[in-house]
T-cell receptor, first 114, second 116 residues
Framework: QKEVEQNSGPLSVPEGAIASLNCTYS??????FFWYRQYSGKSPELIMF????GDKEDGRFTAQLNKASQYVSLLIRDSQPSDSATYLC??????????????FGAGTILRVKS | EAQVTQNPRYLITVTGKKLTVTCSQN?????MSWYRQDPGLGLRQIYY???????DKGDVPEGYKVSRKEKRNFPLILESPSPNQTSLYFC???????????????FGPGTRLTVL
């Protein structure tokens, strides 16, 4: 079982719709969860992070975390063509004593059609 | 401007010819890391460094070496590159890098390496 799983997509949504991206993780001890956006050929850039169960909103983006179900999602409201990218879910895993081991999912391709 | 830089951005080389990809950050970050990205596999950690002279293996360290002699630099060394090391490589840094921490990892622009 992969440590962080995402549906590869592509997920296609019309402009103005809500895009829902999902991610599950295997390590119950994971504490921090991140969503990165990556345009083709570019480096990942952080959109949001979340540590507590529930929702966290930032502009058009909402991250949702359910630790009991080991599930984290990202909602993008009023999707725009410029949101078309690959979205990477990352989970802060544990190393031997300490260490910021970010484990990434393979990413979900989002396409917003105008 | 706060940033992570990598050089070269693109490199085509041949099997067995030693190469170094440089990574530098100007944010005084303690933690630095190298990832490789391959289609369908996502980003996988190669090596990381918690601070100067402290490095450790990530998930896919075979065939790679790193060093951290200065806080700002974290070069990736391929002593004898092979075609299966053809990939897109990213360097990243964050302030502290402690487990469970919230500090953001900032990524460099990437180095696309082709080994023939």
């Amino acid at each position: 079982q992969k440590e962080v799983e995402q549906n590869s997509g592509p997920l296609s949504v019309p402009e103005g719709a809500i895009a829902s991206l999902n991610c599950t993780y295997s390590d119950r001890g994971s504490q921090s969860f991140f969503w990165y956006r990556q345009y083709s050929g570019k480096s990942p850039e952080l959109i949001m992070f979340i540590y507590s169960n529930g929702d966290k909103e930032d502009g058009r983006f909402t991250a949702q975390l359910n630790k009991a179900s080991q599930y984290v999602s990202l909602l993008i409201r009023d999707s725009q063509p410029s949101d078309s990218a690959t979205y990477l879910c990352a989970v802060n895993g544990r190393t031997k004593e300490y260490g910021n081991k970010l484990v990434f999912g393979a990413g979900t391709i989002l396409r917003v059609k105008s | 401007e706060a940033q992570v830089t990598q050089n070269p951005r693109y490199l085509i080389t041949v099997t067995g010819k030693k190469l170094t990809v440089t990574c530098s950050q100007n944010m005084n970050h303690e933690y630095m890391s190298w990832y490789r990205q391959d289609p369908g596999l996502g980003l996988r950690q190669i090596y990381y460094s918690m601070n100067v002279e402290v490095t450790d293996k990530g998930d896919v360290p075979e065939g790679y070496k790193v060093s951290r002699k200065e806080k700002r630099n974290f070069p990736l060394i391929l002593e004898s590159p092979s075609p299966n090391q053809t990939s897109l490589y990213f360097c990243a840094s964050s302030l502290f890098g402690r487990a469970g921490g919230s500090d953001t990892q900032y990524f460099g622009p990437g180095t696309r390496l082709t080994v023939l």
